[in-house]
């Protein structure tokens, strides 16, 4: 139960509440998006409807200026191909329809990101260790541009077996884009031509062996980014290189120093629009640590750990507000939500908690 006088601080305080939000939500599920009613000033979600029937969508994101969906749907057939579905979708009043849909790479699609202009998307498929581009234009999706079949493999054998692309994102100025590869320990990185979708080879990052790099978000102040290591429950601080996009590593940050437990792998990260503070989720133990940010250097010193409300948290995100952070429980189908104090990055110890289907992803406008 979220305590009283936190619902009161979202609301008072010279705090502007805004109106009731539409959150879509992506779910592994037949029924795909799901579209549910946020209310900032009490930290209510309210399912309203399917939003989109699409397959098993491990991920959906918005367009800049928030007239198209994009999602990713993680099945092994498509068009009569073994791959991947990507599509895309215009919103119009809290609803969706769908403008276009293409082939991935390769099967096991589960992660597309968009560049800054809303010209260029790259998928991530994790089935085919694969990614392919797609060019842009109206919120409709061109046939695959660019794509690349990876080969690596690790030494977590059950894991890391083969290349297995998990997350895609690009530099602050878009000149470069970046490709997970968790079966392979490394990170791709490219060249990224925003009028063609043409990725041209720029380098490689190696993680240390059996780190499975999960995802890449780049700090706000633009020359650091954080790679959460699935395999290590660890996080590289790494530091972005603007004339050639290389990356460095400059330290790293353990999520879970005690190895004894049989199962515990780090998921995904957020951070504030200010810098100040990030956040990380992990399995297996299920919780989400809060840490400061130092704004000049990236360097994390924890605060801490919250239990994530559910099992297994696939996605998290905080609300426009950075009042509220909800967690997306996939083993437990559940949407958890915590108060969040903005002053020292703090989260409540208990939240609330609204049922939902396999949540794989939370979207907000």
Request: proline content about 6%; overall charge neutral.
């Amino acid at each position: 139960m979220i305590p009283a006088a936190a619902i009161a601080a979202a609301a008072q305080g010279g705090f502007a509440v805004p109106r009731r939000q539409r959150v879509f939500i992506g779910s592994n599920t037949p029924k795909g998006i799901l579209a549910f009613d946020w209310n900032p000033a009490t930290a209510e979600l309210k399912q309203v409807e399917v939003a989109a029937v699409l397959a098993n969508v491990d991920w959906i994101v918005y367009s800049q200026d928030r007239k198209h969906i994009f999602a990713a749907s993680e099945v092994d057939s498509f068009n009569g191909k073994p791959t991947g579905e990507v599509a895309s979708y215009r919103v119009e009043d809290g609803k969706l329809a769908q403008i276009s849909a293409q082939n991935s790479a390769a099967k096991g699609t589960c992660y597309v990101g968009l560049d800054h202009s809303g010209r260029v998307l790259i998928s991530a498929d994790y089935g085919g260790g694969a990614a392919a581009s797609f060019k842009v234009t109206a919120g409709k999706l061109s046939a695959a541009v660019w794509s690349e079949h990876y080969t690596g493999q690790g030494p977590v054998s059950d894991r890391q077996e083969a290349a297995h692309a998990h997350f895609t994102s690009f530099s602050p100025d878009d000149r470069f884009a970046y490709v997970n590869d968790l079966g392979s320990d490394c990170i791709h990185f490219y060249k990224l031509n925003s009028e063609t979708a043409e990725l041209t080879p720029a380098g490689k990052w190696d993680a240390k062996p059996g780190s499975g790099p999960r995802t890449l978000h780049f700090h706000p102040n633009g020359t650091i980014a954080y790679c959460m290591n699935e395999l290590a429950s660890a996080v590289d601080i790494l530091r972005w290189n603007k004339a050639d996009g290389s990356l460095e590593t400059l330290s790293r940050f353990e999520l879970n120093p005690d190895r004894s437990k049989p199962l515990s792998t780090g998921c995904d990260t957020v951070i504030t629009r200010d810098g100040r503070f990030v956040y990380f989720a992990n399995r297996g133990d299920d919780f989400i640590y809060a840490c400061s940010a130092d704004p000049k250097t990236g360097a994390l010193k924890g605060i801490g750990k919250t239990p994530s409300g559910g099992k297994t948290p696939r996605n998290f995100v905080l609300d426009p507000t950075e009042r509220w952070m909800l967690v997306a429980n996939q083993n437990s189908s559940n949407i958890a939500v915590f108060a969040r104090n903005p002053t020292d990055g703090s989260l409540a110890a208990d939240g609330k908690t609204y049922d939902c289907p396999s949540p794989m992803c939370i979207l907000f406008p």
